[in-house]
Protein backbone atom coordinates (compact mmCIF):
# COMPACT_ATOMS: atom_id res chain seq x y z
CA UNK A 1 0.00 0.00 0.00
CA UNK A 2 1.26 3.29 -1.14
CA UNK A 3 0.08 7.28 -0.71
CA UNK A 4 1.46 10.92 -1.68
CA UNK A 5 1.89 13.28 0.51
CA UNK A 6 3.57 16.77 -0.76
CA UNK A 7 5.88 19.89 0.31
CA UNK A 8 3.90 22.48 1.69
CA UNK A 9 5.82 25.58 -0.07
CA UNK A 10 3.88 28.16 2.06
CA UNK A 11 6.54 27.53 4.30
CA UNK A 12 9.75 28.42 3.85
CA UNK A 13 11.89 25.75 3.72
CA UNK A 14 8.95 23.96 2.18
CA UNK A 15 7.94 21.01 4.86
CA UNK A 16 6.83 17.53 3.86
CA UNK A 17 3.39 16.57 4.86
CA UNK A 18 0.51 14.06 4.51
CA UNK A 19 -2.59 13.57 5.25
CA UNK A 20 -3.98 11.32 8.25
CA UNK A 21 -7.18 10.17 9.58
CA UNK A 22 -7.63 10.03 12.88
CA UNK A 23 -10.74 8.80 14.64
CA UNK A 24 -11.69 8.24 18.04
CA UNK A 25 -12.56 4.97 18.60
CA UNK A 26 -15.11 5.60 21.73
CA UNK A 27 -17.45 8.23 19.92
CA UNK A 28 -16.57 7.53 16.32
CA UNK A 29 -15.84 11.38 15.81
CA UNK A 30 -13.55 11.05 13.22
CA UNK A 31 -11.23 14.20 10.91
CA UNK A 32 -8.69 14.19 8.25
CA UNK A 33 -5.54 16.55 9.00
CA UNK A 34 -2.65 17.70 7.46
CA UNK A 35 0.32 16.34 9.60
CA UNK A 36 4.04 17.54 8.91
CA UNK A 37 6.77 14.75 8.88
CA UNK A 38 9.37 15.60 11.67
CA UNK A 39 11.94 13.17 11.82
CA UNK A 40 13.35 14.87 14.72
CA UNK A 41 9.90 13.90 16.72
CA UNK A 42 10.10 10.54 18.50
CA UNK A 43 6.77 10.06 19.27
CA UNK A 44 3.68 9.06 16.83
CA UNK A 45 1.06 12.01 16.30
CA UNK A 46 1.34 15.05 17.80
CA UNK A 47 -1.85 17.16 17.76
CA UNK A 48 -3.38 20.32 18.61
CA UNK A 49 -5.57 21.35 21.73
CA UNK A 50 -8.26 22.07 19.07
CA UNK A 51 -7.83 18.88 17.13
CA UNK A 52 -8.08 17.12 20.50
CA UNK A 53 -11.26 18.90 21.61
CA UNK A 54 -12.52 18.67 18.42
CA UNK A 55 -12.14 14.53 18.33
CA UNK A 56 -13.42 14.64 21.76
CA UNK A 57 -10.34 12.80 23.35
CA UNK A 58 -11.03 13.52 26.83
CA UNK A 59 -13.07 10.48 26.59
CA UNK A 60 -9.69 8.51 25.71
CA UNK A 61 -7.43 10.18 27.77
CA UNK A 62 -4.47 7.91 29.45
CA UNK A 63 -2.90 8.78 32.33
CA UNK A 64 0.70 9.08 31.43
CA UNK A 65 3.34 11.53 32.28
CA UNK A 66 5.10 12.28 28.81
CA UNK A 67 7.26 15.43 28.24
CA UNK A 68 7.91 17.01 24.96
CA UNK A 69 11.54 17.96 25.11
CA UNK A 70 12.50 21.00 22.55
CA UNK A 71 16.42 20.47 21.39
CA UNK A 72 17.29 18.67 24.61
CA UNK A 73 15.36 21.32 26.70
CA UNK A 74 12.22 23.20 27.99
CA UNK A 75 10.35 19.91 29.11
CA UNK A 76 6.77 20.25 28.19
CA UNK A 77 3.85 18.43 29.77
CA UNK A 78 1.54 16.40 27.28
CA UNK A 79 -1.59 14.43 27.32
CA UNK A 80 -1.99 11.39 25.80
CA UNK A 81 -5.58 9.35 24.23
CA UNK A 82 -5.72 6.87 22.41
CA UNK A 83 -7.02 7.08 18.63
CA UNK A 84 -7.54 4.55 15.69
CA UNK A 85 -5.28 6.32 12.61
CA UNK A 86 -5.41 5.52 8.67
CA UNK A 87 -3.01 6.67 6.82
CA UNK A 88 -2.22 5.09 3.05
CA UNK A 89 -5.50 3.95 3.20
CA UNK A 90 -4.68 1.13 5.94
CA UNK A 91 -5.59 1.81 9.75
CA UNK A 92 -2.78 1.52 11.87
CA UNK A 93 -4.42 0.04 15.10
CA UNK A 94 -4.81 2.59 18.09
CA UNK A 95 -2.12 4.59 18.63
CA UNK A 96 -0.87 6.69 21.62
CA UNK A 97 -1.56 10.31 20.27
CA UNK A 98 -0.33 13.41 22.45
CA UNK A 99 -1.56 16.78 22.29
CA UNK A 100 1.12 19.72 22.93
CA UNK A 101 -0.46 22.85 24.75
CA UNK A 102 1.64 25.12 22.74
CA UNK A 103 1.47 23.15 19.22
CA UNK A 104 0.43 24.96 16.11
CA UNK A 105 1.48 22.76 13.43
CA UNK A 106 -0.08 18.68 13.34
CA UNK A 107 3.65 16.50 13.31
CA UNK A 108 4.04 13.00 12.22
CA UNK A 109 7.19 11.06 13.72
CA UNK A 110 9.07 8.30 13.45
CA UNK A 111 6.47 6.28 15.42
CA UNK A 112 4.59 5.85 12.67
CA UNK A 113 7.43 7.39 9.80
CA UNK A 114 9.33 3.98 10.73
CA UNK A 115 6.55 1.82 9.60
CA UNK A 116 7.03 3.15 6.02
CA UNK A 117 9.37 3.30 3.54
CA UNK A 118 9.68 6.97 3.20
CA UNK A 119 10.61 8.71 0.27
CA UNK A 120 11.01 12.98 0.18
CA UNK A 121 11.71 14.43 -2.93
CA UNK A 122 11.92 18.06 -2.56
CA UNK A 123 13.18 19.18 -6.05
CA UNK A 124 9.61 17.61 -7.37
CA UNK A 125 7.46 18.38 -4.42
CA UNK A 126 6.71 14.78 -3.65
CA UNK A 127 6.42 12.74 -0.46
CA UNK A 128 5.81 9.04 -0.73
CA UNK A 129 5.11 6.50 2.06
CA UNK A 130 5.19 2.79 1.07
CA UNK A 131 4.06 0.10 3.62
CA UNK A 132 6.49 -2.70 2.83
CA UNK B 1 2.57 53.36 28.22
CA UNK B 2 4.73 51.68 30.47
CA UNK B 3 4.03 51.20 34.19
CA UNK B 4 6.46 50.74 37.31
CA UNK B 5 5.12 47.20 39.01
CA UNK B 6 6.87 45.13 41.71
CA UNK B 7 6.07 41.79 42.59
CA UNK B 8 6.97 39.88 45.86
CA UNK B 9 7.60 35.88 45.38
CA UNK B 10 9.03 35.74 41.90
CA UNK B 11 10.90 32.34 41.81
CA UNK B 12 15.07 33.26 42.31
CA UNK B 13 16.53 30.91 40.01
CA UNK B 14 14.08 31.86 37.33
CA UNK B 15 14.28 35.14 37.60
CA UNK B 16 18.34 34.47 37.36
CA UNK B 17 17.36 32.36 33.96
CA UNK B 18 15.07 35.14 32.71
CA UNK B 19 17.72 37.82 33.49
CA UNK B 20 20.07 35.50 31.76
CA UNK B 21 17.93 34.57 28.75
CA UNK B 22 17.46 38.11 27.77
CA UNK B 23 21.01 38.64 28.32
CA UNK B 24 21.39 36.29 25.53
CA UNK B 25 18.62 38.30 23.76
CA UNK B 26 19.36 41.24 23.75
CA UNK B 27 16.08 42.55 25.15
CA UNK B 28 15.88 43.87 29.03
CA UNK B 29 14.03 42.10 31.74
CA UNK B 30 11.13 43.88 31.74
CA UNK B 31 11.16 43.66 27.92
CA UNK B 32 10.89 39.46 28.51
CA UNK B 33 8.01 39.32 31.01
CA UNK B 34 6.00 42.25 28.96
CA UNK B 35 6.39 39.33 26.03
CA UNK B 36 5.93 36.20 28.45
CA UNK B 37 2.61 38.06 29.77
CA UNK B 38 1.40 38.51 26.23
CA UNK B 39 2.07 35.24 25.18
CA UNK B 40 0.42 33.87 28.57
CA UNK B 41 -3.03 35.73 28.02
CA UNK B 42 -3.14 35.37 24.25
CA UNK B 43 -2.26 31.23 24.26
CA UNK B 44 -5.45 29.21 25.01
CA UNK B 45 -5.85 27.63 28.30
CA UNK B 46 -4.09 24.56 28.71
CA UNK B 47 -5.55 20.97 28.35
CA UNK B 48 -4.99 20.29 31.84
CA UNK B 49 -6.19 23.94 33.35
CA UNK B 50 -9.39 23.71 30.80
CA UNK B 51 -9.93 20.07 32.27
CA UNK B 52 -10.18 20.98 36.10
CA UNK B 53 -13.45 19.19 36.14
CA UNK B 54 -10.98 15.85 35.44
CA UNK B 55 -9.27 15.84 38.78
CA UNK B 56 -12.09 13.90 40.81
CA UNK B 57 -11.54 11.29 38.02
CA UNK B 58 -7.20 11.37 38.06
CA UNK B 59 -8.13 11.15 42.60
CA UNK B 60 -10.49 8.33 41.91
CA UNK B 61 -8.42 6.34 39.67
CA UNK B 62 -5.14 6.94 41.48
CA UNK B 63 -7.26 5.08 44.74
CA UNK B 64 -8.71 2.49 42.85
CA UNK B 65 -5.41 1.16 40.90
CA UNK B 66 -4.31 0.18 44.12
CA UNK B 67 -3.49 -3.60 44.28
CA UNK B 68 -4.36 -4.28 41.07
CA UNK B 69 -2.33 -5.68 39.60
CA UNK B 70 -1.37 -5.24 35.91
CA UNK B 71 -3.18 -4.47 32.76
CA UNK B 72 -5.38 -0.89 32.84
CA UNK B 73 -7.79 0.74 34.95
CA UNK B 74 -10.70 2.26 33.42
CA UNK B 75 -12.32 5.18 35.54
CA UNK B 76 -15.52 6.65 34.17
CA UNK B 77 -18.34 9.21 35.50
CA UNK B 78 -16.32 10.79 38.42
CA UNK B 79 -15.24 7.56 39.68
CA UNK B 80 -18.83 5.94 39.99
CA UNK B 81 -18.24 3.47 37.78
CA UNK B 82 -14.52 1.34 36.86
CA UNK B 83 -13.00 -2.06 35.42
CA UNK B 84 -9.87 -3.45 34.98
CA UNK B 85 -9.19 -4.69 31.38
CA UNK B 86 -6.20 -6.72 29.47
CA UNK B 87 -5.75 -4.38 26.99
CA UNK B 88 -6.14 -0.88 25.75
CA UNK B 89 -8.89 -2.77 22.75
CA UNK B 90 -10.74 -3.99 25.67
CA UNK B 91 -10.80 -0.51 27.63
CA UNK B 92 -12.23 1.03 24.01
CA UNK B 93 -14.69 -1.22 23.70
CA UNK B 94 -16.47 -1.29 27.05
CA UNK B 95 -16.15 2.43 26.60
CA UNK B 96 -18.27 2.70 23.74
CA UNK B 97 -20.49 0.26 24.90
CA UNK B 98 -21.42 3.10 27.74
CA UNK B 99 -21.14 5.64 25.71
CA UNK B 100 -23.35 4.49 23.34
CA UNK B 101 -25.67 3.55 25.99
CA UNK B 102 -25.78 7.60 26.73
CA UNK B 103 -23.81 6.16 30.18
CA UNK B 104 -20.50 8.43 29.84
CA UNK B 105 -19.87 11.43 31.12
CA UNK B 106 -15.88 11.60 31.34
CA UNK B 107 -13.50 8.79 31.46
CA UNK B 108 -9.68 7.92 31.60
CA UNK B 109 -7.28 4.62 31.31
CA UNK B 110 -4.81 4.30 33.70
CA UNK B 111 -1.98 1.75 33.24
CA UNK B 112 -1.80 -0.01 36.31
CA UNK B 113 2.43 -0.71 35.73
CA UNK B 114 4.89 1.27 37.87
CA UNK B 115 4.47 4.85 36.68
CA UNK B 116 7.42 5.91 34.53
CA UNK B 117 8.20 9.40 33.60
CA UNK B 118 8.60 9.50 29.69
CA UNK B 119 10.33 12.39 27.90
CA UNK B 120 9.89 12.44 23.95
CA UNK B 121 12.41 14.93 21.81
CA UNK B 122 10.61 17.02 19.23
CA UNK B 123 11.44 18.60 16.49
CA UNK B 124 9.74 21.92 16.65
CA UNK B 125 8.24 21.94 13.79
CA UNK B 126 4.97 22.57 14.98
CA UNK B 127 5.96 25.44 17.06
CA UNK B 128 5.76 29.49 16.09
CA UNK B 129 7.64 31.66 17.11
Redesign the interface.
Known amino acids: MKCEGFYDRSRSPP?PAVRVKLEN???GRSAEELF?I??????TL?VT??V?SRLEL???????????????FL?V???TA?ARVYLCGETLG?VRV??????????L?RGILNRFYAHLDATSGRVLLENP | MAKGVFVRGVDERLYAEVKARAALLGITVSQAVNQALEMWLRAPPPLEQARGAREPLRSAASRLAAGRGKGYLVVANDGAVSFRCETLEEAVERLQGLYEAGLLKNSLIKPLEARRVEFVEVGGGGLEV
Request: no cysteine; glycine share 10%; net charge negative.
Open positions: APVTYDTGFDGLEDWDYVAVDEDVYALHGGPRLSLLRAHPLLRRLLG
